[in-house]
């Protein structure tokens, strides 16, 4: 419904931008207006950024708002909801582009008991690629395109009818007269913003899909305001590029900051403009080494990393779980690592320890030795395919397998080209095993987690000649089962139905030969176990 409502309000001007309104819930409580509060906050504010000496440069930014029209002095008359959205400075010294930014409160409410902005719109549906599939994509692409859409949430025109709920004080000096202004254009902050951008960008591209079919590509490639692409050679990505600026200047929106493992397809780097709406929640780099949606990105070496953090945790539980949330893995490169963090989380559950408690000696010294044997990062190959040519075709190879500690699934793609082919994990999972399964059932659940798990990627690869999928368990009465041989009781019998509903050939792989078994027990990953080189020795068996 919201969506609906959406794509009936949007509009586009003659120049191409787009405007649409703000999405208010149904019957939505009483929003008060605020003013008194956001007074209060501005005056607190001006105090702040004098102490700070950041008073000009503060101003500069909202100066520049009102000359690119972002923001506009509010009427004395208003129409419709009145509400001032508060703002503060957010200084980051190590940023690669803006030091200061402002960021502004669409939270804050009137008094305790009254809702806020955000409480009062939808946030609306996702309409974003999800991370792990653009991810997932990029890493089938030898050439990389990446780059951000500049201050894109600020391209999204609100229509003038609701801009007053968009309203902020703001002096530009301590002493100075006090300015009403309002935003014309959907702001960092905003609940919905991520939606209205999604939606406009989805509109946008399937606008083109017709003329240039590479605008679906990009909308396969895009999570929020950055997009994640590339081709297979030099000269197709310059095409890329050049497709995507065109397009995105169709609808106001500017492509910059492009990186790459090219320096051909890169821009310079400049210390103007400001960082991606992904970017900043994700972190960025600079130089040769930047981010790929929070995986550290060497362009030269060409490599994706999982940052594991150096700084020791408290040996609490507390500190286990601390330690564990910080690793940034969505791929799942270092699961087999982190599964031992899992267990001894779990040791530490059943031992009933309080949060803060200290572990006892036999626990500690597994986890001083677990932490210690941590390496700093684990690093892959950012692409799998080897050869800067077209793809002629795609086999993914999924292996699953169990044990007393956890089940795991790793899913390779070999890919086949005219100057011969590679092979390299894309994606994988491991998780903690339930105590209560036999060691079969455990093998059976892998089994499960491989087929979907594969099955995600497939859909991931969408646009690329996947020519089959083979399964691979080490377990003989796993795969007996799932060859659909006799009848069973209601836990087998409803995941050997879930597995055969997919399209994959099972087969059989000796442990020694399974990657999928170090994440099952865990342990340290080496490059090697990452590269999987049994996975086409497996498929010539």
Known sequence: MVYKEFKEQLTRSKEGWYETGLPWKANHPHLPNNKERSLKRSDALNKKLALSDLTESYGEIIKEQLREGIVEPAPKQVKGVEFYIPHKPVVKPDAESTKLRIVFDASARAHQDAPSLNQCLETGPSLQTKLWKVLVRERMHPVAVCGDLQKAFLQVRIRESERDALRFHWRDGEHSELNTLRFTRALFGLGPSPFLLGGVIETHLKLWELQKPIAKDLLESMYVDDLISGEVNLEQAVSLKGSAIEIFKDAGFNLHKWHSNVPELETKQSTDGDLSYAKQQLETGSGGKTTLLGLSWDKIADTISVNIPEEKAVPTKRGILAKIAKVYDPLGLASPTTLVGKLAYREACEAKLSWDQTLPDNMLSDWKSWEYSLPSQVSVPRCVVKYQEPIHSVHLHTFGDASGRGVSAAVYAVVEQAQGTSQGLLTAKARLAKKTLTIPRLELVSAHMAANLVCNVKQALEGFDVTGITGWLDSSVALYWISGQGQYRQFVENRVRKIREKQITWRH????????????????????????????ACDAR
């Open 509 to 536: 792989v000796p442990s020694v030969q399974n990657p999928a078994d170090l994440g099952s027990r865990g342990g340290p990953v080496t490059g090697e176990t990452l590269v999987g080189r049994t996975v086409l």
